[in-house]
């Protein structure tokens, strides 16, 4: 029996990996990027194709004319490029900061819309020359030390908002947005009492689509993207029920005559009224725009195939000069994208160039398509940003901040209440952190109780509480060690206190060990709390040093009381704190007696994946966990098998599992070649690094699997008669070689019933038996 095909699209859904360690060369921007056109080029087109809509939709969204949203776009690709900051990161107008120029336009104009708009374009410039002065001093790092569940938070409330705003739209209601949430609330039952039949079928079934496109794995079609392929249908629609022109997109006859406004910097300045006003607008741009930017960089780096790193204060620089360029045009605000930059890469695009083509492209379209742009219904732009902003405010957010702790749930929870009870995302984004302060001054200031039974005297007690709020904000590093003989071969950093308020200090200090040393992070018993913002970076700080070939081990955990079994959840250091032994589940208890039969380990523990192997389907998404982990000596070798889940990003909370085998032979004479043999279609955009090897000897087998590597003939010699047939009769192995290690689980099964493991075990006994022998004469050692 074959496997059967793996859908075509599993590459869209997979986070892409990174390339082959033997290609040392990783595009870069600038001049030296355009030798990368031919993919760069097609991945501008399919990134036009979603910024077509998504721009225009936003513009609309924030108040603005629909073609202000497309000029945006353009600035930004006809910027970026020659800035650069990040790599595979495109950037644009984005929904995310929607209602923040709504409000804006609407406290500036009181109300009046078309008043408002040149008013705001004064705040975006003044903004952009803010972010232009700040990024002289690096203010970019500070997006640090705010809270990972204050700016989820931010992005729910911004989800939230978004589909309140826009349901009025899908009802057939154009009497103007609303200024609050609970405005906006007060008049649905109006807007419901009055709907247009005509108008809501068309937004419910646009709403459908963008779902069933975006969610169900299956596109109608391959190379249309599921917002334009909406648009799409909106058109036909449109045309077979004559929609009323007041339903469709008005474009300008004339772009440059008719369709750029410009900053009212006069109208400001005369009226002394505003500044306040004006002022507040562009600490929150400025604030919002620089928190959603650096987390959507940073999110966009993890999936990026070449796993380069940007440039927080760089990309900063960018966004400044772009805002700045942007509002004397007549353009919104500009940041980076999650959907168009996931557009990118699953597009194959490896430069900031790709943001340029893509600029071109809407260019040519704003010229020369104009007619078709103008009959886009508005209400299918709104169905597509409702799906935009269920995706950041999806059940699936609150479940992950839930998972990491119950305390972060209460953080996030905060966040998004004052944020949508005074529709306001600074006072949410203050009050959220101001939360966190409170929290953390509970957790580490010495309980009452403690007085009360003469532990610590009421003298004692304030000067240690100010002691333990002190070492919030001071610098967590109490003491770097080096060893080795120069000095410089490994380094002990002693960790007091390490929370995000002070976690700048933290990689200050950690700036100063060189890139070739090893690091070990101490916890030592000073340190108080290890809050999950913390927790998430150290994490960050081991994957950097292991890709550059270090090790980095954060020592110390076992005294501290984690609060829940996510393993970068905030940990606690309290004596008096009751570890319970957790009881295993039934999953966890056949585990247990499945490695007992086979004389292994198990371990119920959750922990982070490092991916000191380098495998390249690791390496894909965010949150990479392993947990129930059986592992062991096997025979002749050592394997490890676990039940391995991560996240799609961006945007995506979708958690994707697989019980995985990792076996390592013992025989050190033995060196097996970098390859993967994967079943069709599964990863196929991302091993691009890797050559395909041809198949044709077995020519029934070929039509299902790829082997993909770099030294054939070595990769030959392991393409056994007895993995064939093993792969026959077991259908679905995805199956990697790197470092001398090996990797393999079906990919067709999530995670493995406890009876079926066992099937990863004959493949262990597989390579026992068959690779030391076939690999012997191809050992260089």
Known sequence: MMPARKRDDEEVLMSPPRPSPQIEEKPQNGLAGLKHWRHDLPAGLQVALVSLPLSLGIAIASGAPPVTGLVSAIIAGLIFPFLGGAYVTISGPAAGLAPVLLAGMLTLGNGDLAVGYPLLLVAICLTGVVQIVSCLFRAGEFARMLPIAVVEGMLASIGLMIIVKQLPIILGDLGGPSKTIANALTKLPQQ????????????????????????????????????????????????????????????????????????????????????????????????????????????????????????????????????????????????????????????????????????????????????????????????????????????????????????????????VATTLWFTDLLAGILLGVLAKILLLVYLVTPSPRRVLTGQVSPTQWPPLAWANLRTLFTNPVMHIKRTGDDGERASNVYLSTSVCFNLLKLDRALATIPPTTDVNLVLTRSARIVDHTTMEHLHYIQEE??????????????????????????????????????????????????????????????????????????????????????????????????????????????????????????????????????????????????????????????????????????????????????????????????????????????????????????????????????????STR
């Open 545 to 778: 040093r292991i890709r550059d070939g270090r090790t980095c081990e954060i020592i110390g955990l076992d005294g501290f009381h984690r609060f829940s079994n996510h393993p970068l959840s905030a940990c606690l250091h309290d004596p008096e704190v009751k570890k319970q032994k957790l009881m295993l589940s039934t999953r966890q208890q056949e585990m247990l007696e499945f490695a007992g039969r086979h004389q292994l380990q198990f371990s119920p523990t959750i922990v982070s994946v490092l991916n000191e192997d380098g495998f390249i389907v690791l390496n894909r998404g965010s949150n990479r966990q392993e947990r129930n982990i059986v592992s062991g000596p096997y025979k002749r070798c050592t394997v490890r098998i676990f039940d391995y889940s991560f996240s799609l990003l961006p945007i995506d909370h979708t958690e994707i599992g697989h019980t995985v085998i990792v076996i390592r032979l013992q025989d050190p004479t033995v060196e097996l070649p970098d390859c993967v043999l994967k079943p069709d279609h599964y990863l196929h955009t991302y091993l691009v690094e890797y050559r395909e090897i041809s198949l044709a000897a077995y020519p029934a087998f070929r039509d299902y699997y790829h082997l993909r590597g770099q030294d054939e003939e070595r990769i030959r010699v392991l393409l056994v008669p007895d993995l064939i047939r093993f792969l026959e009769t077991h259908p679905g192995f995805y199956v990697e070689v790197h470092a001398n290690a090996i990797l393999a689980f079906r990919v067709d099964k999530d995670l493995e019933q406890v009876t079926e493991i066992e099937v990863l075990l004959a493949f262990a006994d597989l390579v026992n038996a068959v690779y030391p022998a076939a690999s012997a004469g191809t």
């Open 192 to 415: 419901i009492a009055g709907l247009d039949p005509v108008v809501l079928a068309l937004g419910l079934g646009s709403l459908g689509l963008i779902f069933y496109l975006s969610t169900s794995g299956r596109r109608l079609l391959k190379f249309i993207p599921p917002p334009l392929f909406v648009a799409l249908v909106g058109i036909a629609f449109g045309y077979v029920v004559d929609l009323d022109a007041r339903y469709l997109i008005t474009m300008p006859d004339h772009l440059l005559r008719e369709g750029l406004t410009l900053p009212a910097f006069g109208a400001v300045w005369e009226r002394r009224d505003l500044w306040w006003s004006l002022a507040t607008i562009i600490i929150t741009l400025t604030l919002v725009d620089g928190i959603e930017s650096l987390a959507t960089i940073a999110a966009v780096d993890k999936i990026d195939p070449f796993q380069r790193r940007s440039q927080p204060n760089r990309t900063l620089l960018a966004m400044g000069i772009s805002n700045t360029m942007s509002s004397l045009v007549g353009g919104l605000t500009i940041i980076p994208g999650g959907i168009k930059s996931r557009a990118n890469i699953d597009a194959g695009g490896r430069t900031l160039w790709a943001n340029g083509y893509n600029a071109v492209f809407l260019l040519m379209f704003v010229l020369i398509g104009t007619v078709v742009i103008e009959r886009i219904p508005l209400v299918t732009l709104a169905a597509i940003l409702i799906y935009v902003g269920w995706r950041l405010c999806e059940p699936t957010v609150w479940k992950k901040m839930l998972a990491v702790g119950r305390e972060q749930l209460a953080l996030f929870v905060v966040t």
